[in-house]
C-alpha cells in the first residue's frame, strides 16, 4: 500500500493522471528509493543488533501520540552503555491499530523489543532495567500501566521512569494561565520576531 501511494503522489505531482504507467520515469524514481530503502533498513538492523547484543544492559523509551484522524503512532527506542557513553537507537515507529490500552502497548513493545533486538526473552529479561514513558496512565497506572505490565511480564528488574520533558511541557501548561507568565512569555515572544 505504502509503495502504490508512493507512485500515485509521484506520477500526480509530474502531471501524470494515467497511474498504471509503467513506463513514467517517476515509477522507477519510486522503485530505486524503496529498494535503497529496504537496503538500509536491513544494514541498520544488523548494526543495531550488534550494538545490543554487545550491550550488558538497555533501557527502553516509549511515546504513544495521536495524530490528526484519531491515528495512534508508538515510537520505541532503545538506549544502550557503550563505552560509558549512552547511545540512543531507534527501533520502531509503528501505527497502534488496536485501541491504546497497556495490554495493547505491551504486545507491541514485546514485539518490537524481540524482533529488533534479535535477542531471545531470557536475555531480554536479564538485560532491560529502565523504561522511560510519558505520564499517562496507561504507561504508568499503577495497578495495570504499562510499565508494571512489564515488570510482571518480561522484565523483573525494570525501573519506570516519567519522562522529565513530559513533565515539564505538563507544568509549562499549567502555568501559562498564570498572569506574571503569561507576561514573560509575551515578552519572549516578541523577542523572537
Avoid at 502504490?4 to 520515469?25: E, I, K, P, Q, V
Avoid at 535503497?36 to 541498520?44: G, K, Q, R
Avoid at 514513558?133 to 511480564?153: E, F
Wanted: net charge neutral.
Amino acid at each position: 500500500a505504502s509503495l502504490l501511494a508512493c507512485m500515485r503522489s509521484a506520477c500526480l505531482m509530474h502531471g501524470h493522471s494515467n497511474l498504471r504507467c509503467l513506463t513514467c520515469h517517476c515509477f522507477a524514481m519510486c522503485i530505486a528509493v524503496w529498494q535503497i530503502v529496504e537496503a538500509l533498513d536491513s544494514t541498520l538492523l544488523e548494526h543495531n543488533q550488534q550494538h545490543i547484543s554487545s550491550s550488558s544492559f538497555f533501557t527502553v523509551s516509549l511515546d504513544e501520540a495521536s495524530a490528526i484522524g484519531k491515528v495512534s503512532f508508538l515510537c520505541v527506542h532503545l538506549h544502550i552503555l557503550r563505552d560509558w557513553v549512552r547511545v540512543p537507537i531507534f527501533l520502531e515507529l509503528s501505527e497502534v491499530t488496536d485501541s491504546p490500552t497497556a495490554a495493547n502497548v505491551l504486545a507491541m513493545v514485546r514485539d518490537t523489543l524481540l524482533t529488533v533486538s534479535g535477542l531471545p526473552l531470557e536475555q531480554l529479561q536479564q538485560r532491560l532495567v529502565c523504561c522511560g514513558t510519558d505520564g499517562a496512565n496507561v504507561m504508568t497506572g499503577v495497578h495495570t500501566g504499562l510499565s508494571i505490565s512489564l515488570r510482571r511480564s518480561m522484565a523483573p528488574f525494570i525501573v519506570p521512569v516519567y519522562c522529565a520533558a513530559h513533565r515539564l511541557n505538563l507544568a509549562a501548561s499549567v502555568l501559562k494561565d498564570q498572569p506574571l507568565i503569561s507576561k514573560l512569555s509575551g515578552v519572549l515572544d516578541s523577542l523572537n520576531r
